[in-house]
């Protein structure tokens, strides 16, 4: 059941788990749900800094930067043209000269809303919390700027903001899921690239969209992020990708970073009761 997290996080009751199903193979590069998530959610603006090697004028996710639009250049060249680069191809060299066919890997990252959560394991004042429909949310009022969220998130998503210190991140819109609304950035997307609704039934949808692009020949089609049975617990938003996560700058195989605290503590526990016993044993061989 996709809404078990919500129980154990004390929800009674709580709805069908709610996320994202982003399938980049119709993502157009509008950076609309960029522009949406800013607008709603009152976030500031991060500088529009160019990273010269793309369109892509918002670089990577941040405190500022809840959703992002990558824009990946690949070129396929034929045998004999591995070493044409990609405005060459653009430029559609002809002939015995052409580079190979050119394309572009859009996607719109956003925070995956883990099943099993590192941000929320290590938040001190409890700034960060699960929702009844199975979201993470930061509430910023109560959150201390300890940072400890930014290194604990396996996909680098968390981010303190420059002169605030506090953390912040996408919210999944968590006002809106609260009046029945979708998440603004699926509303604003033009092609329906990003897909909001209850988690189970977006992994059959998925499955279904990666059985359709395998009979039409595109067989690098893969899901990321959807399988419960991954380090993370499965992802509250995950992707259709067209190549390897690598590609898109996503870790091949995250793993929820605090996985071996449990074990941690116990040696450490352990640990410390063989001191105490050993001081204990000294001080009775002393007295003697």
């Known amino acids: 059941m996709t809404d078990d997290i919500a129980r154990a996080a004390g929800h009674t009751d709580p709805p069908p788990r709610m996320g994202f199903f982003t399938d980049t ?31 892509d004028n918002t ?42 066919e050119l394309r572009w890997l859009m996607s719109s990252d956003v925070c995956k809303h883990c099943t099993h959560a590192a941000c ?9 919390f699960r ?15 300890c940072g400890y969220c930014v290194p604990a998130c396996p ?13 912040w991140k996408c919210t999944l819109c968590y006002d809106r899921l609260g009046e029945g609304m ?24 998925a499955a279904g969209r990666v059985a359709q692009l395998h009979a039409a020949g595109t067989v690098d089609a893969r899901l990321y992020g959807e399988d419960p049975g991954d380090g993370v617990g499965g992802d ?7 190549d390897q996560p690598e590609v898109y700058g996503l870790p091949p195989d995250p793993v929820v970073t605090t996985r071996d605290l449990p074990a941690m503590w116990r040696h450490a526990a352990a640990a410390g009761a063989s001191l105490a016993a050993l001081a204990v044993a000294s001080f009775v061989r002393r007295s003697r």
């Open 155 to 167: 996909y680098g998503v968390i981010d303190q903001r420059p002169g605030d210190g506090r953390a």
């Open 236 to 242: 509250g938003a995950f992707f259709l990708l067209l």
């Open 25 to 55: 193979s119709v993502c157009i590069g509008c950076k609309a749900c960029e522009v949406a998530c800013k607008e709603w959610n009152a976030v500031p603006e991060d500088g529009l800094d160019l990273t010269g090697m793309s369109y």
């Open 59 to 100: 670089q990577g996710l941040g405190a500022s930067t809840w959703r992002h639009v990558a824009f990946i250049e690949q070129t396929a060249p034929p045998a004999g043209h591995e070493n044409v680069d990609v405005f060459d191809a653009a430029r559609g060299l002809s002939g015995s000269d052409a580079p190979g």
């Open 120 to 128: 929320l394991d290590v938040c001190p004042t409890g700034s960060l």
């Open 131 to 145: 929702t009844e429909f199975g979201t993470v949310v930061v509430q910023e009022d109560i959150c201390n700027g």
């Open 182 to 205: 979708e998440p603004a950035c699926a509303k604003a997307c033009p092609t329906d690239s990003i897909q909001f609704g209850p988690l189970d039934e977006l992994r059959e949808r």
